[in-house]
């Protein structure tokens, strides 16, 4: 008998630091995809390698799946996030 293991998660679509979208814009709606893009998963290459740094600091400021601007509380003890379609994330 084999057990199957979950399927692995998808990139998140939107950055949780600046709100952008992770992958940049396709051919089609104007971006130069080879010049901005090496391939890489969340955080994309060097597009968001600022963010990637400062999340591991600080609490994410954006919806990872939607981009909408989360509700953050931060205290001494740790933090929480929440979105108003996805619901409470924390550390």
Do not use: I
């Amino acid at each position: 008998m084999s057990t199957s293991s979950p399927p692995p998660a998808a990139p998140a679509p939107f950055c949780e630091l600046c709100g952008l979208p992770v992958e940049p814009p396709t051919r089609q709606e104007g971006a130069h995809q080879e010049d901005r893009h090496d391939g890489g998963h969340a955080p994309a290459s060097y597009l968001h390698s600022r963010c990637a740094d400062l999340l591991q600091l600080e609490p994410p400021r954006f919806c990872a799946a939607c981009g909408r601007r989360l509700k953050v509380q931060v205290s001494p003890m740790g933090w929480w996030a929440s979105c108003s379609r996805h619901g409470v994330n924390g550390p």
